[in-house]
């Protein structure tokens, strides 16, 4: 018969082609052939119509031939005749099979309508099972009888159309879509055609082969478990004590068996009545197939529970074993009785009423029936557990012989307990899963992979000077600390021996265990770094170098990472001809000046009167190159103030007194480039009053005053008082008094702040300490070499004034309590510092109401009708100079303060009486003002009536 | 290194960080690496209309080479502390 050769040969083609792996080489092409371009669409048309003639071809509902038996699948009563073809053994494995071809039929979405079916079930036909051999042949034989029909394009025959509809294999759709193009063929064109078929189809099975083998091999192995787990359940049956252990084993693989029990119900119920026909699926079974997997460590945790509360139960029930001697019948009976037990367990305790077995078995009876029937192992767990207590609460009644209403109500409270349990697991799953679902990437890295990622990083960190290279958050978190006033603990670097180590950064004023990670990670490092120092050290230099820009490169650098610049000059030339030369000019300038001016001297015309070589001022540039210089030396000699060793420290001697020298250097070089100690006359501005002029400048003095020694100091203030007119800030000054917004008027405004903050700030312990001679001395200068009207009317002059006066008022108080006879001043110093201030104030006398800035400002040509300012703010520092002066004026002289001031003074307090001021805060601060100026004069504004 | 050095003193402040693609993430700086690769937590982004599926974004990792600008707060830099640090990188680097 042709179609026997056909089989021999396609089966040889097969293993041809199968063994060549000329399989895969055609694996690209489409799988399913509905839905996309090689389908032609006739799968839809072949439902048109006509079924209602299916009987007629077919002849009626006569009977059909053997070939046709598979077509009784589509018959209305499908499953039956299935399970009486396949499964008349039912043996659980060969249970599978039927069970899956079952589903292929109702796969074809063209036939009820029905779900498309997975088609890797397909491939069970081509298993090579004898199994599977044996339907496969089947569905070749039917190969030649739908050659006979052929002539028919199947849409137009129902008879063809609902036979090649209910073929279980996958190629009688391109065998059908053959038959539907061409008509009558010839067998050679129907072989070649169905040779193809038979390819492709094998391309779709080889693809799902992999997954379809994996299933397999699943399915086999939950079969096995799952018979041994119905042996188990016989013997539950049989033994109770035997099930529990069983249970408890079987608990173990709780996922699988889930799946198996639905699968066993599902043919238990439909092949093998024999098979627990009281199964019945549970609604619950899907829901918790879900969860499953989430589970299972819960469940573990619960298995445990669960254990002990076995134990219980068995000692419980070994005692009873002990009462009771018919269990043993008993339990034989029960076998007997299993279709009752359905029933039974609707009503167990009616049973119990009826039975005369022990309670405690009795309810393990119901126990186990339910366990069999609808609940899963997790559940059960909990049922059983419910079950067990309500098994012992009803042991109880019954010895009290309660009555049936009430155990049904206890029962009623039980299940709503169940319910709640479950509802509890429910929302433990959900959680768990929830916790599962974010920790999938757990541990993706391992420790070891962690740990080298960090070597490498850390690798990269460690320098040969940990706190220079992080200089900025060393030095900030040592301000920070000193602020804060916290005692500075240990350096944040670690350090590794003499060479090298790591900047932390801030210390984290964390938790414990932020800290406690700190000090790991520092063991750690310190770990690592000694490792990688000692494999360097055998190595060479290899090992460290393969690291060095593993994880990308660091910018040491930062500037690298800027754009690039437009102009690209070669550094070194632009250093000596690019940059500099106006310098060098300039340079070349001043030296044949000075030249000049020393062959004029040398001449004798005697241009410099004592010999003093006069310069140009310093240009803006100078002066900005000599503040860097100074910086350096200052961050230098800070630095050497870190690093400077103990003096008690014997063995050290050496290296402190090696120390000091260099730090004397400093100082000496400090002192040097500050150009204190070049003449007055050198030029104007003086080279050290340029030096003050940019904000960097004034910034700087307060560290370097730290450095310098006192009288070398009160240098630097006498120089200072002596050019002060020459400052910047006093120069410019007026422009502080319009009420224009300029940026001159902003600089000067920043200027003025970073004067009062860093150079005042910085003398001011130096004047703290002067003598009274000094101080004489010193406003004698001030009075000398400046206009002091024009001085006084700036903010830093009044400063200076009121720091004069105010150590004036200390030394005379010291004078007068008498602490120290070395401090107190002789009568001619006194005398002195009298005349000077008799001085002082005869030249301010007829200027009292221009210091204050208020009515500088008013006087102001206004443009408009402006808003002032608040100027009371800025009053404050003359209210305070006056008041300074008051103490020290004589009653003639405060009288002549009182008459000038007088009307400034009513104004104020005339506007604070009546309300003319804005807040609160205003009428304080005016009222504190004038009230610090009368209080000198030992009087207060609530005196002055208006 | 010197600006993995400012940024470690900026740890736990709120930092604006531009990115190359025009996005800015405000946050509070957790952490900062020698790439300048930075961690923000409790982000919120500007133009939120504009960028809506950064609406949900909580906390992020920002590598370091898509930062355009960070702006930092003002009170927490101190920059004459900054100046003498840049100062000590440049005698650094003369010295190498």
Known sequence: MSFFGFERSNLEQEKKKFSEGGLQETEDLAVYTWGEESYDGLGDALLEGGDELNDETFGGTGAVGKDFDFTSQTLPTPVGTTRGRFTPTAEP??????????????????????????????SIWDDKSPFSMLSRAAGHQRVPSNL??????????????????????SQQQPISHGINQTGVRTLQEIEAEMRAAQQKRKQQEEILLQVQLQQELQREEELRRQEEFRVQELERQDLQRLQQENLLADRMRARLEQEQQLRLQQQARMSTPRVVSHLAPSPRFNQQ?????????????????????????????????????????????????????????????????????????????????QQNTQYMPQSIQLQQRLLSEMAQVEF??????????????????AMRKIMETERMEERRRRKAAKIAHMSRYNDLMTQSDKDFITRIQVSQLVTQDPYAEDFYAQVYGAILRSRLGLQSQDERVIKFGSSGGVGLGLAQKGSGRRQSAMQKMEAQVERIVNNARLREKEKGLHSLHSLQGALGKTSGRSYKAAPRQLLQVDASSATISGTHPHISKEDGNGAAQEAAKLGREALGQAAGSDGVVRKDPLTQRQTLVVLEGLYDLVLNIEQLRRDQPLEEDEEDEEAFVSWSATYNDLVEQIWMNLKVMLPLETSDPHPFVSLLTPVKGKKILPRLSRHIAPPRMLTLLTLLVACFSQLDVVKHAALLDSLEETPERQDVERQTQAFLGSVLQSILPVVAKAELRVITGLLGLLLDRTNIVISAQTRPG??????????????????????????????????????????????????????????????????????????????????????????????DQQSILVTSLREKVLDIVTSVNKGWVADEEERQTKLSNVNLFLHALGLDSSQISV | MLIFSVFKTLTDQRV????????????????????????????????????????????????????????????????????????????????R
């Open chain 2, 16 to 95: 604006t960080v531009e990115l190359k693609n025009d996005l800015s993430i405000t946050g509070v700086l957790k952490s900062v690496d020698q790439f300048l690769n930075i961690r923000l937590d409790s982000i919120s982004v500007l133009d939120e209309a504009r960028h809506p599926h950064m609406m949900a974004v909580k906390n992020c990792f920002i590598r370091g080479s898509v930062v355009r600008y960070v702006q930092l707060p003002a009170e927490h830099v101190d920059t004459q502390l900054l100046e003498d640090a840049t100062r000590r990188e440049v005698a650094a680097q003369g010295k």
């Open chain 1, 396 to 413: 109880m009644r019954d010895m009290q012989g309660i009555s049936q209403a009430e155990q049904e109500a206890l029962r009623v409270e």
């Open chain 1, 798 to 891: 009044i400063a200076m004034l009121t720091l004069f006066l105010s150590r004036v008022e200390i030394v005379k108080q010291g004078m007068s309590s008498a602490q120290e006879s070395s401090e107190i001043p002789t009568p001619a110093e006194a005398q002195q510092w009298q005349t000077m201030f008799d001085h002082l104030f005869q030249l301010l006398m007829s200027h009292f109401v221009l210091l204050f800035p208020s009515t500088r400002l008013i006087a102001q040509p206004l443009p408009v009708a402006a808003p002032l300012p608040p100027t009371d703010i800025l009053d404050q520092p003359v209210w305070q100079f006056l008041a300074a002066l008051a103490l020290h004026a004589s009653s």
């Open chain 1, 93 to 122: 494995f060969r249970e599978r099979t039927p069970v899956v071809e079952r589903t292929e039929p109702a796969s074809k979405p063209r036939d009820r309508g029905l779900s498309p079916a997975p088609k890797s079930l397909e």
């Open chain 1, 289 to 369: 197939h879900q969860h499953q997997q989430q589970i299972l460590l819960l469940q573990q945790e619960q298995e445990r529970q669960q254990q002990e509360r076995l134990k219980e139960l068995q000692e419980r029930l070994r005692m009873e074993e002990l009462e009771r001697q018919l269990r043993a019948q008993q339990l034989s009976q029960l076998q007997q009785q299993q279709p009752n037990l359905l029933a039974r367990r609707q009503s167990p305790y009616a049973d119990t009423q009826r039975r005369t077995h022990s309670p405690v078995i009795d309810s393990q009876y119901a126990l186990f029936n």
């Open chain 1, 148 to 169: 006979m029909k052929s002539p028919f394009p199947p849409s137009r025959s129902p008879a063809l159309n609902a036979y090649a509809d209910h073929r279980p294999l």
